[in-house]
């Protein structure tokens, strides 16, 4: 399986290639700029160049950019939402040049007071919009944890919003296993697990499944509320995880896990993960974020 995670570049893209190594990582998120600002990724042509060559020779694994928080590809202020797309098509750019596999976008949310398929059509649009700067690397579009005004947390919303993106092969599915546990799938259970994937299988979104974000919930299930954990500090637990990573599409594509803590937390996380899908277990260790 290709387990890792989302890693600090310490104001370097070059500080990916380091991080990687240092958690034992075979695949890696990163944020391509500010994940809390609306500049653009700013870095010369010559240093994505050098980096694109870096992380080939590093032979680490595929690399996803994450979007900023501040991208809402559904918002209703059209003003925002095109400042959204402007900058999730630079993370593209920078994708495009550096080598990464893809980027990642949440689904949005469509604000308050709007109807839910006004908002789909407005994230389809964005969408859409994105993925035409794209030539070679994919859009991930994730799911969000079912919060006030979501556009899609659940699988039957996630492929009314691929259809409603319908042409564009290059947007994929990203899903993650807090977000979710908080939108009311039962992940904590074997059966549940398996019913949440047969769900996959029924909407079709099996083979669009790019991505999988795995990370623990600080939450109960159902309560939308976005806290990631440890790898088996939560309540989706041990059990959970070992059943999400039996299933066949988690196999067939990454798994990064977005934890909280020091690069040491994140290669005990990728470790339990690993030692999961080969079916046995270990004690986690505690601390919550989101993301
Ligand atoms: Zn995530």
Redesign the pocket.
Known sequence: MTVGAHVPTRGSLMGAIDSAHACGAAAAQIWGSNPRAWAHPNVPEASVKAFRSAWAAASIGPLFLHAPYMVNIASPNDGFRQRSVDLARATVELAEGSGAAGI?VHAGAAGAGTARATGLRRAAGSLLAIAGEADRTIVLV?LTAGTAGAVASTLPEARELLDAAEGEERIRL?I?T??LFAAGYPLDEPDGVAASFAELRSTGLEERLGLV?A?DSAFPRGQRRDGHTHIGAGHIGEAGFAAILAQPPVRGVPVVC?TPGRLEDAARNIETLRRLADGSRRRPVRRTTA?
Do not use: K, Q, S, Y
């Open positions: 990642v994730e990203c993650d807090c977000h974000h990370n977005e993301c």
